[in-house]
């Protein structure tokens, strides 16, 4: 009787060690899955963030926000993507533009930014820009386009291809095609 106690707690302590190696390697193999799905995902996209907002201070003449109802960003390419962005410049003079788009682009690296899609600029003095896509390219402060613009202001009209507006100089050029309907008060 002896005997067969010590083989039925021989035969459970087997048991308990087969399922308790087998619980560890099922462990391990589930493990080893979950570093795999991490890894796929941050070779896309390193973070993600909901109701973005961003304040850019580093420049005493000019300070920029950037809001988004959605950022992603890529750390392997520098950039930052965004969805229904609205990027508000506020001046050290007091003047506000405020540019909104469906789709945007922050190059993390260089501070160039893209914005497209029903792109449109208002200004608190009463100018506003339409346009299909606009380029901030910070090394010079300048925004520019190719494509189509309207630029209106309480009295008058204007549509051209093409357009460079300096920030640092405070002064639009339409580039070709320039129509203007100026209306008398």
Known sequence: MLKKISTKKLLIGGCVLLVGALFLYVLCIVHKEEKGVLKVISERVDLQIK???????????LVWEINADTARYIRKDDITLFENVEIKLVFSNGGIY?????????????????IYGN???????GY?????RL??????REVH??????MTRPGTDVKGVGMILSLKDRKATLLSNVSAVIKKK
């Not at 380029?135 to 010079?140: G, P, Q």
């Open 145 to 150: 386009t190719k494509d189509t613009v309207e």
């Open 51 to 61: 109701d973005f907002h961003y304040t850019e201070v580093g420049d005493p003449d």
């Open 98 to 114: 405020t540019i909104t788009g469906e789709k945007g682009s922050l190059h993390t690296d260089t501070k160039d930014v893209d």
């Open 119 to 125: 792109v449109v600029a208002v200004s608190n003095s």
């Open 135 to 140: 380029y901030y390219t910070h090394s010079n």
């Open 128 to 132: 506003r820009f339409e346009t299909d």
